[in-house]
């Protein structure tokens, strides 16, 4: 029972990743990119399905969006990343939003410079990067991880 609770719980953040990615679609990539669905991130705080739920939600959100091939694989792969180190950080509660916001920031902006070929520096890309995903991670994460965090049990262990 625990691990079709596990996959359900992975399955439904992934589902949830993806429609999120595809209803802001014009704002979940670019130069500036506010994804929201990168809220998510603090979930792997919550229940460790959620690592597995980020990936495969960003990897499906990231071929949706039609992004390139590099992309879908190296941003999927940098979710997962993420996903893990917020997972081993999720008793530093304020912690929880950092490896979305810096590995996004480093890999993204590098891709956007080298894959895509943004017309800016490599430290500029980064950075507006590093801005959409902090709004996403800390404005909105961080919020939603002190609220679904009073009802963790209720929510993730039925």
């Known amino acids: ?17 993806v429609v999120v990615t595809l209803s802001f679609a014009p704002l979940s990539s670019g130069l500036f990119q506010l994804r929201f669905s990168e809220a998510l991130t603090i979930l792997p705080a919550l229940t460790p399905a959620a690592i597995p739920g980020l990936f495969i939600g960003c990897l499906l959100g990231n071929f949706l969006v039609g992004a390139t091939f590099v992309d879908i694989i190296f941003g999927s792969l940098t979710t997962l990343a993420a996903a893990y180190l917020s997972y081993r ?3 530093k509660k304020w912690l929880v939003p950092m490896p979305p916001v810096l590995l996004n920031a480093v890999v993204v902006g590098l891709m956007l410079v080298y ?18 995903q902090f709004v996403a991670c800390y404005v909105i994460g961080y919020p939603l991880l002190t609220i679904l965090g009073r009802y963790k049990d209720k929510i993730f262990n039925m």
């Open 89 to 91: 950080l999720r008793n």
């Open 1 to 17: 029972m625990k691990n079709v609770r596990f996959m359900a719980q992975a399955a439904v953040i992934a589902a949830v990743y």
């Open 115 to 132: 894959v895509y070929g943004v017309p800016v520096t490599l430290f500029a890309a980064m950075a507006w990067v590093a801005a959409g």
